[in-house]
């Protein structure tokens, strides 16, 4: 934990010593990255579904001398886990996912989670070429279908996609074109939790135009920067349940604190999702039941009891209400950040109850409880150096465009009050409408990119001096007013239609590997 001689020597190093003191808060920060990449042919720039990868990926890390543990499901193996890194899929085949294990809190912590995010790209490149694969540069990839065929043949095999499907309704084909985030994780003090919630997402626009990077469809330019995100109207518009779409929408204002967050993720309309049957906190594995006559959680938590259906058999089954079905519950919502925990001790329900009913009560209860919570933002696109950005702004820029959105996170929480002053001086609706138009036109709206100036001069101010680098590939979209998307509609336009475009765009939008750049 920083003292206060190492507080007085960031400020001695900057002209901004009141921000820098500030910025001593980021040093407290533990961080993690859930790091989304989309597989494409080496070839011919195909969407790529993966398949001797976690065999070769193994083979890499253990060379290395790194510990691996396979996970599997309906006998595939889905991921391995390693001491740095869970390293898996996200919705498909074609979509890796490796989440970093959470580097510890110090005034070196924003370096060392981008020494390790490199490590584990490279490891994921090397194990690529074991089967001629790479990495694209994109948040979406550019020409995959989403028909029946090929939702079957490539969608992971998790039990919870069936019922997300087959009772909910969701369309979740429409996300099986490889649809990539760049996720930082940011731990913050349960205290102040909501105001770090409401900071990230009412300024979430701004992350959304300095890392939008899926401007094309299905083959086609789609008149987005950032059509990613799109996703999810269109697998909730047919949902059976209205509440499941509602918890995709901008809130009307920003929380109050923890108790009004999570009224607002439970709240009449919406209906819970199976809930475990057992009180253990390996949900993934344990039995779920669907409860019956579709309530919120809030309903199941208030009663003795709830009946229902198991989701894995369908026999009866009846739920207890316990404070692990809060806990687990926790991911109903899918705006542009979530605040994420796990308690060390579960209260009994009424405490929990009744703390919820209190102004400020979760927030007491859970620090009694011990609680480990973070800032999950979701609002940047997945991207890596590649190419056209070394030929545009250079290695030095590049290196640091996959930890561009966690130092902007960390940023915005390590100068929180300034943050929430940003969101009050703009506007909570305001802010909710240029999420829009970042999504659509990028650094190309004069509102959105005057928001990006001020966000991230309050981001710099909130890092200490040393880190500040890290923003520079954030500093290079707002200088240039070109974002990813914009140098991949470049090269995509300047392609005639009569060739093949994916395979054109490799040479410059392909991931290059850390040791070319760094």
């Not at 934990?1 to 190492?6: A, E, L, N, S, Y």
């Not at 039995?287 to 003795?304: G, M």
């Amino acid at each position: 934990m920083t003292d206060m001689r190492q507080v007085a020597d960031v400020a001695a190093n900057s002209t901004l010593a009141v921000h820098d003191a500030c910025a001593a808060l980021a040093y407290r920060a533990r961080l993690g990255l859930e790091m989304e990449m989309v597989v494409a042919h080496a070839g011919t720039g195909v969407s790529h579904p993966v398949e001797s990868y976690f065999d070769a990926l193994s083979r890499v890390k253990q060379d290395r001398g790194d510990a691996c543990r396979a996970e599997w499901l309906s006998g595939r193996c889905v991921g391995i886990e390693t001491p740095t890194a869970h390293c898996g899929l996200d919705n498909g085949f074609n979509l890796l996912e490796t989440a970093t294990a959470p580097v510890d809190a110090g005034p070196l912590s924003l370096e060392r989670l981008d020494a390790q995010a490199h490590q584990e790209l490279a490891d994921t490149l090397d194990a690529l070429q074991h089967e001629q694969a790479c990495v694209l540069n994109v948040a979406q990839h550019p020409d995959c279908p989403r028909d029946p065929d090929w939702y079957a043949r490539v969608c992971v095999p998790r039990p919870i996609y069936q019922e997300l499907v087959s009772y909910r309704g969701w369309h979740h084909w429409v996300g099986i074109d490889a649809k990539a985030q760049n996720g930082p994780n940011t731990s913050a003090p349960v205290l102040h939790a909501a105001q770090s919630l409401n900071v990230v997402l009412g300024l979430a626009a701004a992350s959304i135009a300095l890392f939008g990077n899926s401007p094309l469809e299905s083959g086609s330019a789609t008149g987005l920067k950032e059509n990613r995100l799109t996703i999810w109207p269109r697998v909730f518009k047919p949902a059976r349940f209205a509440g499941d779409a509602l918890l995709t929408e901008y809130p009307s204002r920003p929380f109050r604190d923890l108790g009004d967050y999570f009224r607002w993720m439970f709240q009449p309309g919406t209906v819970t999702r199976s809930l475990p049957l057992d009180h253990r906190y390996d949900y993934k594995s344990a039995p779920t039941v669907i409860p019956d006559r579709d309530p919120s959680l809030t309903e199941v938590l208030h009663a003795a009891r709830w009946p229902g259906r198991r989701s894995d058999n369908g026999q009866e089954a009846v739920l207890i209400p316990h404070a692990m079905h809060f806990e687990h519950s926790q991911i109903a919502q899918f705006l542009d950040a979530r605040w994420r925990y796990r308690l060390h001790t579960l209260p009994a329900m009424p405490e929990l109850l009744a703390a919820w009913r209190e102004e400020g009560g979760l927030e007491s209860l859970f620090a009694a409880c011990g609680v480990d919570g973070y800032i999950e933002g979701r609002a940047a696109g997945a991207g890596f150096a590649d190419a056209c950005l070394i030929r545009e702004a250079g290695a030095a820029v590049a290196r640091h465009v996959l930890i561009g959105p966690s130092a902007l996170q960390l940023g915005i929480l390590g100068n929180l009050e300034e943050a929430t002053q940003l969101v009050q001086d703009w506007g909570w609706q305001t802010l909710g409408m240029l999420r829009q138009a970042a999504m659509q036109h990028g650094m190309a709206d004069a509102r959105v990119r005057a928001l990006c100036s001020d966000v991230l001069a309050v981001a710099h101010a909130g890092l200490p001096a040393h880190s500040r680098q890290h923003l520079a590939y954030a500093d290079h979209v707002l200088e240039s007013g070109r974002s990813a998307a914009d140098r991949l509609l470049d090269t995509w336009n300047s392609v005639s239609q009569y060739e093949d475009r994916l395979q054109r765009l490799l040479p410059h939008h392909a991931a290059l590997h850390p040791s070319l750049f760094i």
